[in-house]
């Protein structure tokens, strides 16, 4: 038997899976050298050809899996892009005459050319061609698959609901992919718990890991492996006693995850009676089913610039203005809080791309209300758009990363222009469309007086505001163990902001990671919080903290929390409080 060994990564939501691994191979990485015979090269083209051909129908039927479900149209254009790069004869002519001049394998010269390939896209200063770089590298990388002898289409089995995903990383789009299977658990080399990516896939509601390092390298296809995310650690190949303990541990995890849809329809109220808002986070738009079932009263939070992610062209009025209509009448009444795109930092793919500039630290550079501003056409498309949606449903607009002075007065005055434009054209919309602002940067929070005058409402951004708070780069996985949202700094910075808005009466919610975590819920009613919103599948065990809850002891108990000056006494008296 295979020895047992254990790895430990950064787990980004809680629970246990118990499959067998399957490794996302970048084959570019792996590929090898070796010479063929002169009489060999006819076959060594043929086989080319072959694997061109399986992945012209492989794009064909993951196109045809598209179509099936509207939810996925914006895709197509990734599709098309692939298509065309794939029909290319003068690539192909490149990769077969150097297969022939060097008398070497194809997957060699498959990778050989991409290289020279990228080395001219490198050189071309309109940004929108030189990114085309990703698009050549990805079909590369399809085509190597098929070579190699692994599908870029993930395999279908019937025990793929066992299946753990292995890979070095996965990028927000590749997850959105594999969210049409029921895989077990994900494990990545790099990551930190508050990436993208971590995001995305927290809201799948499954186990998962980043930040392990060398899970791809070191576990093998079929693997048996054990992924404890709540204690962050994978253990490969365990033996008959781990095994057994682990069972027993997922089965009390169903059981759990079976009593508490029991508080489906509960009103989220506390023992001494404080009404408490809980709403759920989305990405895309087929996460509308997982809001509901998770009786979330609301959308707090709609990512809309994922509908941009991976598209070789920026999605159009009409496009945005059908998605946020689907997901408004699909609320049924429900409020949903729209944010304005928040592109930037590890958010940059796809065609605004061609908007992107480089930025020597793009996470306070040119993203979010920033980018909108400078972009005025690429903005009032989008708010165009999310006004003629508001016709339909309780739809409330909600910018990110304003920083206050002028970025307020210019954000309202394009919303009033978006406005005056449908007016002449003689379009409908919400005429009271509530306006908030997100506080994640540390301007806004210690400077919140613009804010509370002149916006309906408020939302907490707690994933940047400790990022910039702390100096810490959230994606970066070197520096992760110095991200703390519970700081000490941090806890008092949230107080100050509840205490102001609450005095203000001016709604405030907290949709950051914070507020999906139950350990955080009693410490978040403490400082007076009282909206949340967080990924639906999480929803139901922060219910279940806040129906437990007596807010006037928790208070009293949270002030002496945020009185403490130490990181680890905060962590301590945290523990404290939620023993009870």
């Not at 907290?510 to 639906?536: H, K, V």
Request: aromatic letters at 6%; hydrophobic letters at 45%.
């Amino acid at each position: 038997m295979t020895a047992s060994f254990s790895l430990h990564g950064i787990g980004i939501s809680h629970g246990i899976a118990i499959g067998r691994a399957h490794l996302v191979s970048h084959a570019t990485f792996e590929v090898s050298h070796y010479a063929i015979e002169p009489g060999q090269t006819s076959a060594e083209v043929r086989r080319l050809e072959r694997a061109v051909q399986d992945v012209r129908h492989e794009l064909k039927t993951l196109r045809a899996e598209m179509a099936a479900d509207d939810r996925l149209e914006e895709m197509e254009a990734f599709i098309d892009v692939h298509e065309t790069l794939l029909n290319d004869e003068v690539l192909a002519a490149n990769v077969k005459a150097y297969i022939a001049e060097h008398g070497c394998n194809a997957e060699w010269a498959l990778v050989q050319q991409m290289d020279s390939w990228v080395a001219q896209f490198e050189k071309i200063e309109d940004p929108y061609l030189r990114e085309r770089q990703f698009d050549v590298m990805q079909i590369v990388e399809r085509i190597l698959k098929r070579l190699m002898g692994r599908p870029g289409l993930l395999p279908k089995s019937d025990d793929e609901a066992h299946m753990v995903l292995v890979a070095h990383d996965l990028s927000p789009a590749d997850l959105l992919q594999f969210k049409r299977h029921p895989f077990a658990a994900f494990i990545t080399d790099l990551g930190g718990v508050t990436s993208h990516t971590a995001i995305v896939a927290r809201g799948l509601g499954v186990p998962a890991l980043v930040g392990t390092r060398h899970a791809r390298k070191l576990l093998r296809e079929g693997e048996l492996v054990i992924v404890d995310s709540t204690c962050g650690a994978v253990i490969v190949n365990p033996d008959h006693a781990i095994l057994s303990e682990y069972r027993k541990r997922q089965q009390a995890q169903e059981a759990r995850q079976e009593a508490l849809k029991t508080l489906k329809r509960r009103r989220p109220r506390t023992r001494d009676g404080v009404e408490v808002t809980l709403q759920a986070n989305i990405d895309v738009l087929d996460d509308i089913d997982k809001v509901r079932e998770s009786g979330a009263q609301g959308i707090g939070l709609f990512r809309s610039e994922f509908l941009y992610l991976d598209r070789e062209a920026l999605p159009d009025e009409e496009t945005q203005f059908e998605a946020y209509r689907h997901v408004v009448e699909g609320m049924e009444g429900r409020p949903v809080t729209l944010r304005t795109l928040d592109l930037g930092a590890d958010k940059m793919r796809g065609g605004i791309d061609s908007l992107a500039r480089v930025a020597p630290n793009p996470a306070m550079g040119l993203r979010a209300i920033r980018l909108c501003l400078a972009e005025q056409p690429l903005f009032m498309t989008q708010l165009r758009a999310i006004l003629r949606a508001s016709a339909y449903g309780k739809i409330k607009l909600l910018v990110p990363m304003l920083g206050g002075g002028d970025e307020i007065r210019l954000l309202l005055a394009a919303v009033e222009e978006a406005k005056r434009r449908l007016d002449e054209e003689g379009v409908a919309f919400d005429r009271a469309l509530e306006i908030g602002a997100m506080i994640e940067v540390p301007s806004a929070a210690l400077a919140l007086g613009p804010f509370l005058r002149q916006f309906d409402f408020l939302s907490i951004g707690t994933n940047d505001l400790t990022q910039y708070l702390l100096a810490v780069d959230r994606t970066d996985e070197a520096v992760s163990y110095l991200y703390n949202p519970t700081h000490p700094a941090m806890l008092r910075l949230l107080a100050q902001v509840l205490k102001r808005a609450n005095q203000a009466e001016v709604p405030i919610s907290l949709c950051g990671e914070m507020a999906g975590d139950p350990e955080m819920t009693w410490l978040l009613l403490g400082l007076g919080l009282r909206q949340f919103s967080m990924p639906a599948n999480g929803l139901l065990a922060v219910k279940e903290r806040v129906l437990s809850a007596n807010v006037g002891v928790l208070q009293r108990a949270v002030a002496r929390i945020v009185r403490a000056e130490e990181p680890g006494k905060v962590k301590a008296l945290i523990e404290k409080l939620n023993r009870g």
